[in-house]
């Protein structure tokens, strides 16, 4: 079966680094939209960053700039650097996987897969 295993979450100071990976196995990684989300409790899904078989990337406006969604299909990981963080992007953070042509819309429902989510804390 498909299984996604997120690292890397952590706590940081305003303004540090965390770097996210996430492994997958079950899947024909190379063929599948990838995508980080991210959920505060009592909100919604959010997609984060996303990138899809051809190497495409998105990101939500509120980390452009600052995180960067990378994947290498001959190890089967997908990453997520997080630059120049703010307490606002504390969040549970999870890995995400999908077969679709609308990769660029990171829509969680669009999203089959999901690994069991990592915590990163920004402090202020």
């Known amino acids: 079966q498909v299984q996604l295993v997120e690292s890397g979450g952590g706590s940081v100071q305003a303004g540090g680094s965390l770097r996210l990976s996430c492994g997958a196995s079950?899947?024909?990684?190379?063929?599948?939209?990838m995508g980080w989300f991210r959920q505060v409790p009592g909100m919604e899904r959010e997609g984060v960053a996303v990138?899809?078989?051809?190497?495409?990337?998105s990101y939500a406006d509120s980390v452009t700039g600052r995180f960067t969604i990378s994947r290498d299909n001959a190890k089967n990981t997908l990453s997520l650097q997080m630059s120049s963080l703010k307490p606002e992007d504390s969040a549970m953070y999870y890995c995400a996987a999908a077969w679709t042509n609308y990769c660029h819309e990171k829509l969680p429902q669009r999203f089959s897969y999901w690994g069991q989510g990592t915590q990163v804390t920004v402090s202020s």
């Open positions: 079950g899947l024909i990684y190379s063929a599948y939209c």
């Open positions: 990138i899809d078989s051809n190497g495409r990337t």
